[in-house]
Structures are given as C-alpha cells and as structure tokens.
C-alpha cells in the first residue's frame, strides 16, 4: 500500500498540460473514414494527447502493419505480441481514406514487425506509392521503425517517393536499455545517416521527462545532428499506463525553448519543442 510519502515524490502533473476534448466536424469526420476502412491510427494505439486537436483540423497519423508490435518499448501503449498475418488491402484503405481527408501533408507510421524478413518494407513501399498514386499532391512523412540494421529493407522503405522519412531515437544513449530494450542507440543514428544519404529529409524524436540530465539532452541533439537529422521533436513523456514506465520529471515550457535554441545553434536546421510536442504534432510545419 502507498503511503503518504510515497505519494507525494511522485511529480505531479501541472497545469501546461491541459489537452483539448475532441469534438467538431472535423474530428467525426476523421472518426467516420477510420472506422469505415477499418483503419489504425498511432492516435488511438499510441494515447496521443493531441488527438483531439488534430482530428478536429482533419489530419491524422496512420499506422501500417497492423496494431499488434513485436518490440516491447517501456513508454509505449501500442499492444504489444504476435501480429495477425498481413493485410495486403491495407495500402490501398490508407490511400483512399488520405483523399477523402483531403490532407496536403500525410503522416504514415508502424508497429516493429521483426518477425517478417523484410521487416515489412514491401507493405511500406506500397503504402507510399498508393497514396502518390491518388492524391498526388499530399506530401508524405513515413515515421518508420528500427531496421535491426538491414538496410536493404531500408532502402526499400523510404525509396516510394516520400518526401520525409523520420525515425525517433525516443530517449537519450544512456537510458536505452532501459526505455528501448531491443533497439540501439549507435544503429538508430546510422538509420538517420544512412536515409539522409540516400537524400531523403530526415526526421527524429526525442522525449523528455524519463531521467535524462540537460548534458544528456544535448548530447542526442549534437548526435543528431553529427548524423545528418534535419528536423528534431522534443516532448514530454507521459506514462500511458500504470504498466509503463513512470514520469520521473515534467519538464517546464522555459526548458523546452532552451533546448529549441541550443539545437538551433548548433546546426539542426528545424527544432520543434513543448511539452505537447510529438513527432507527427504540426508534421506539415516541416516541409
């Protein structure tokens, strides 16, 4: 049983982070075409506190593959075990809802399936070329998962004509163990490195609030930037359930604008950061 004492060390959540309760047209509107297409959503799998926000200006972010992830990250609340087989009419579901949304910039991610050879690139390919196909003036942001390191399937993952590719680091090096037990820090910078060579716009997120020190936060910007990030997020993490791991700190708003100028100053060319701040919040910003 919590005593008293142990109550109170745990931080309390503070007024700035206030979220909006969906409603409007536009949030049914988004609410109807995911339900009709049967569609999954890293809004809903993931608890983003900007749902209602985001819905209500008629964007979401989509999320391929399934809502079944074979990783078992600490801080996410996407269900985690052994995905169903393959949708092959997924791509073509995603692309029809993106036209009816009428969306000028579309955000596309996935759960991890390691358990598939080409880590389900082909579908990601697919999914790219479907929405190009028929809404050729949506640009596209795919936030894609850890390649364990194959970088054929990466190359096969961001080559479908997207115009940003993203894939978040999550927390700084020294907590990855702990926060991403089956990703490493050293192969997710590569991913970076390896699709800006590719010559891709690159896209990574970060989240604060897990134990990190300030030096540790700057550490991952410089990091990020060394492997060619052209766009960074930064925001406060917030434990989906009681299962997940706890917030050890709320980060305040003059802390996230220090880190924005920090990043700015040493070269990374778009530093997004707040405390609501998540990789696809105001996505469209980047391009």
């Known amino acids: 049983m919590a005593t008293d004492t142990d109550i109170s060390l745990k931080p309390r959540k503070p007024s700035w982070l206030k979220v909006k309760i969906p409603i409007g047209e536009n949030y049914k509107k988004v609410r109807n075409l995911v339900d009709t297409y049967k569609l999954h959503t890293i809004c809903e799998s993931g608890n983003c506190p900007n749902m209602g926000e985001c819905w209500g200006e008629g964007t979401a972010t989509f999320m391929i593959l399934g ?43 996935s759960v991890n399936r390691d358990e598939l050879p080409d880590k ?6 697919e999914t790219v070329k479907e929405v190009k196909a028929i809404s050729p003036h949506t640009t596209i942001e795919t936030l894609i998962p850890d390649t ?36 490493k820090y050293e192969r997710s910078l590569e991913q970076i490195q390896r699709t800006k060579n590719f010559g891709k716009r690159t896209k990574s997120g970060v989240m604060l ?28 993490y917030l434990q989906p359930t009681k299962m997940h791991l706890e917030v050890a700190e709320f980060i305040h708003p003059d802390k996230f604008a220090e880190y924005k100028e920090y990043g700015l100053s040493i070269g990374i060319p778009y530093v997004e950061s707040g405390p609501m701040v998540r990789s696809s919040y105001h996505a469209e910003r980047h391009i």
Not at 120 to 125: L, N, P, R, T, Y
Not at 153 to 176: D, F, P, W
């Open 67 to 109: 809502n079944v992830c074979t990783r078992s990250c600490s801080f996410c609340a996407v269900a985690t075990g052994r995905p169903k087989s393959l949708d092959t009419d997924e791509p073509k579901r995603v692309a029809e809802a993106i036209r009816l949304m009428q969306v000028k910039h579309a955000v596309i991610t």
């Open 120 to 125: 389900g690139a082909q579908i990601w390919h």
């Open 148 to 183: 364990k390191g194959d970088w054929d399937a990466l190359e096969v993952m961001i080559s479908a004509g997207q115009e940003v590719v993203s894939h978040n680091m999550e927390t700084v090096k020294r907590l990855y163990r702990k926060v991403r037990p089956q990703a």
């Open 209 to 236: 609030g897990l134990g990190e020190t300030e030096e540790e936060v700057k550490e991952i910007l410089r990091d990020l930037h060394a492997h060619g990030c052209d766009v960074v997020t930064l925001g406060q």
